[in-house]
């Protein structure tokens, strides 16, 4: 991407810094309607995200991972406490937080080109040279400026979720969040595309907020991750990974502070966020 295009990207490219945490959750808790009666899904979650921090949300099946995600991205209300979104609470979805989803060939519309299915949430708002501009930004940040006019289902699955990568960074939000985005994948496939989210990272500076099972994913992919435990899920630990960047699968892998932060995040995970 020339630079001239990488300076039109300016709400992704230059997040806000100053303003405060991208997210503010204190005390919040969803009860969701079951079969049984209410549920509560989550209680007391309380933390800040910061502009440009990568942070991973780690737990056990059924602790309210999605639903905090969904959360996050306006899908899901909360029925207590606090939710903000750039100093503001959170009231439905908006252009501002995209999730990319794990289940990328139902994400993507088979009929459609890979251009076309990235600039789709854009057709009826933006015109179509911008649209133009924005598609063709966003398929060069993942590397698939090559395969604009293949269709989604002659592409491989790494490259079928970079496509929904590219049509979540074509709407400039501040925040893209993941939802185990590459658990469906192999494990080659799966270390590439982690280094891809590495490089869009690196070029946007956009927030990332990611749900995995795989701690040391976490621990390879984070500026911090919290850990949920219990039902209702609750954060129990929070797990600094002070590991330099750029990071790398086997130099980042072999460090030291890796072992360690997955060796706790293991700990939290068994034993009930014990440090």
């Not at 924005?134 to 993942?142: D, G, H, K």
């Amino acid at each position: 991407m020339s630079d001239s295009a990488a300076g039109r990207q300016g709400t992704i490219d230059s997040p806000a810094t100053g303003s405060g945490p991208t997210y503010r959750l204190a005390g919040a808790s969803v009860v969701l309607p079951a079969t049984d009666g209410d549920r509560r899904i989550l209680t007391d979650i309380t933390f800040d995200v910061t502009p440009g921090e990568i942070v991973g949300i780690v737990g056990k099946s059924g602790t309210g991972k999605t639903t905090l995600l969904r959360v996050l991205g306006g899908l899901v209300g909360i029925s207590s406490g606090t939710a903000q979104l750039q100093g503001r609470p959170i009231d439905g979805p908006d252009g501002r937080a995209v999730t990319v989803f794990q289940d990328y060939a139902n994400a993507l519309l088979p009929w459609r080109t890979v251009e076309r299915n990235v600039g789709l949430p854009l057709e009826r708002t933006v015109p179509a040279a911008e649209r133009r501009e924005r598609i063709a930004e966003a398929l060069a940040l993942v590397g698939l400026s090559d395969y604009a006019r293949e269709h989604p289902w002659r592409l491989s699955g790494g490259m079928q979720q970079r496509v929904q990568i590219a049509r979540a960074l074509a709407m400039r939000p501040r925040v893209l969040l993941m939802d185990e985005p590459f658990g469906a994948l192999d494990a080659l496939t799966r270390a590439n595309l982690q280094d891809e989210v590495l490089r869009v990272h690196s070029r946007t500076q956009a927030t990332i907020v990611f749900i995995t099972h795989d701690i040391e994913e976490a621990a390879y992919l984070s500026d911090r991750v919290f850990v949920i435990s219990g039902t209702p899920g609750t954060i129990v630990d929070e797990v600094v990974c002070a590991l330099p960047r750029p990071r790398g699968q086997l130099t980042t892998r072999e460090l030291p502070e890796y072992l360690e932060i997955r060796r706790r995040l293991g700990v939290a995970l068994g034993a009930g966020g014990a440090p």
